[in-house]
């Protein structure tokens, strides 16, 4: 499956910011998709996983009760709602997809080419 990560952007701490991954190539909700991100300096880190249904989905303690992972497999569309933005969310984020279940990386065979996030005043 093709990803292509979109939406982001220059915002403010406590902003609310919305990204987008669009599927295509394979059926999309045959995977198991999730989003990482990567600031400047760092390891690539595991953000959130959401189930091929929807059914299920799992956070970084950095993210939750901030952000929130959703899909409409009819549009072959992922999300990342994030909200409260704080300065060290500042990151390239990268949409990912599995047919596995679970957090590391190595897990995830088809990659997003990543959307840029800074949170600034």
């Known amino acids: 499956v093709q990803l292509q990560a979109s939406g982001g952007g220059l915002v403010q701490p406590g902003d609310s910011l919305r990204l987008s991954c669009a599927a295509s190539g394979r059926t999309f909700s045959a995977y198991n998709m999730a989003w990482f991100r990567r600031a400047p300096g760092s390891e690539r880190e595991f953000i959130a996983l959401?189930?091929?249904?929807?059914?299920?989905?799992y956070y970084a303690d950095s993210v939750k009760g901030r952000f929130i992972i959703s899909r409409d497999n009819a549009k072959n569309t992922l999300y990342l709602q994030m909200n409260s933005l704080k300065s060290e969310d500042t990151a390239v984020y990268y949409c990912a997809a599995t047919t596995g279940w679970g957090t590391d990386p190595i897990l995830f065979g088809s990659w997003g080419q990543g959307t840029l996030v800074t949170v600034s005043s």
């Open positions: 959401i189930g091929w249904s929807a059914s299920g989905t």
